[in-house]
């Protein structure tokens, strides 16, 4: 019976939108996390009698034909690029962007990977890193004598130094922006690579034309809506359970037909 192995597709579906969806509410309190939601196509169809063919020798025609599907695929999983909110830290090295754009990280391996999640910190030699110790480009030295660090919307830092009455200029933040931000790749720790669906980024200074602006002593929270993620996972739960119903009673009815005498 088809209908077993649709049901299964069914089941197969929305366990995989239950799965999206927990990571999406586990992730509620992560800075600079956004939603992604799960997109699913119908299978192939069984043509049992196909729509248009010529149905008499005098040349009438199938107004409709018979198709029988097979039931649901994944066709993708994709990120909702989402302002999320701005929340007020007061800490000096957290940042974040307001509108388009991502910081730029440069990991061990000297690749380039991107992220929303603004919440830096000073390494041992003055470095502006990530929690993780990665170096955020170009790359901006604090000096070691720096009583005050100040950041404005372009991403201009200027630190002021100890004995000086004027702060000096120590860098200047950049952000990209891609043309595609749901194909990026996540890389985990709210980092995000580049690859051929996203296109190449484009590198520009925080507030020029299309890029976001950045503000210093806050952090972007996540862009997950509780309630909507709670209703989402509920009508997945129902779901599920009206396929394996489907199951139960193709179940039933191979046993009536075994039954049969």
Known sequence: MRSLSIAATGML??????????NNIANMN????????????????QNLRRSGTQSSDTGTVVPSGVEVGTGVKTAAVYRIAEQGNLRST???YDLAIQGKGFFRVTLPSGEDAY?????????????????DGFVVAPGIT?????????????????????GTVDPTVVGQLELAIFFNDAGLE???????LETPASGPPTSGVPGSPGYGSVLQGFLETSNVNAVSEITSLITAQRAYEMNSRVITASDEMLRTMANLR
């Open 13 to 22: 579906a929305q366990q995989l939108n239950v799965e999206v969806i927990s």
């Open 115 to 131: 992220t929303r999640a603004g919440s830096f910190q000073v390494s041992s030699d003055g470095q502006l890193v990530t929690g």
């Open 186 to 192: 996540s890389k985990g720790g709210n980092l995000f």
């Open 90 to 92: 007061d800490n000096t």
């Open 142 to 162: 604090i000096p070691s004598d720096t009583i005050d660090v100040s950041i404005n919307e372009n991403g201009e830092v200027a630190a002021k130094v100890d």
């Open 30 to 45: 992560t800075s600079g996390f956004r939603r992604q939601r799960a997109e699913f196509q119908d299978l192939l169809y």
